[in-house]
């Protein structure tokens, strides 16, 4: 048993918006394919942190979903800035039982065990967020506390994952980074940036968490080993 993590994978299989313009992303879906099946076990765990399928809605995902649904262990999926197709929890849920999609869940104001750690996140927000955002920032906010505190009740050490980084080259997300520090998370994983923007990623450890990006252009679609065996 082990934890992988990867972001955007930016799945366009039920939509005419594939990622292959893109310099990196060339035949991207087979690669993700070919990687993802030769490392990742059926008993492994996945968490895709956001950006997931292009979709606008739900049910337009299902040719997607069933791409995942077709690699090998549990996915953990959190919303990125481009899931359209997102909705309520309840009404995600309903949808990935109704289809099949058993291997799948929604990481959202809630939190996953995974040996002694728990799988918390959430979105996230920009670090430059306008005064006229300010309210999806804090949004934000709570349901990271809400994730988190959802880990705690159940005895385990948070691993947080969001989808938009909450330092990048010189600026800070004041209010991601709070939560952060008030919980003393270790271990932070975000997704988001792609290109040029990559080369102000903030990797390793800052102020005490170790930061890591894991957008899939960025680890060349391969799912990262977060923790291996936590059970022994």
């Given amino acids: 048993m082990a934890l992988f993590a ?4 930016h799945l366009s299989i039920g939509e005419d918006k594939k990622m292959d313009k ?26 895709i942190a956001g950006d997931i399928s292009w979709a606008m809605k ?30 309520t929890k ?9 289809s099949g999609f058993d291997d799948m869940s ?8 995974y040996g002694k750690y728990a799988v918390c996140g959430t979105r996230g927000w920009s670090y430059d967020c306008p005064a006229d ?19 705690i009740e159940l005895g385990l050490e948070p691993l947080v994952f969001l989808h938009y980084p909450p330092v990048y080259g010189d600026y800070v997300c004041d209010e991601i980074m709070d939560v952060l520090k008030k919980f003393n998370i270790k ?39 977060i923790l291996p065996d936590c059970s022994e």
């Avoid at 955002?133 to 880990?151: C, K, P, Q, T, Y």
Wanted: proline share 3%; aromatic share 12%.
């Fill in 6 to 9: 990867i972001a955007d994978l």
């Fill in 22 to 47: 893109f310099r990196g992303w060339e035949d991207y879906e087979n690669r993700l394919r070919e990687h993802w099946t030769a490392i990742v076990k059926p008993e492994d765990t996945v968490v």
């Fill in 58 to 87: 739900l049910t337009d995902a299902f040719a997607d979903f069933s791409f995942l649904h077709r690699l090998p262990g549990k996915k953990l999926l959190l919303k990125g800035n481009h899931d359209y197709w997102w909705c």
């Fill in 90 to 98: 309840k009404k995600m849920d309903e949808w990935l039982v109704s």
């Fill in 106 to 113: 929604i990481l959202f104001n809630n939190a996953f065990p």
């Fill in 133 to 151: 955002e300010r309210n999806v920032l804090l949004r934000e906010v709570g349901r990271l506390e809400a994730s988190i505190n959802a880990g």
């Fill in 187 to 225: 271990y932070c994983l975000y997704g988001h940036l792609h290109g040029a923007s990559r080369e102000k990623a903030i990797t390793g450890n800052y102020e005490g968490i170790k930061m890591r990006l894991i957008s899939a252009d960025h680890v060349r679609f391969v799912p990262q080993l």
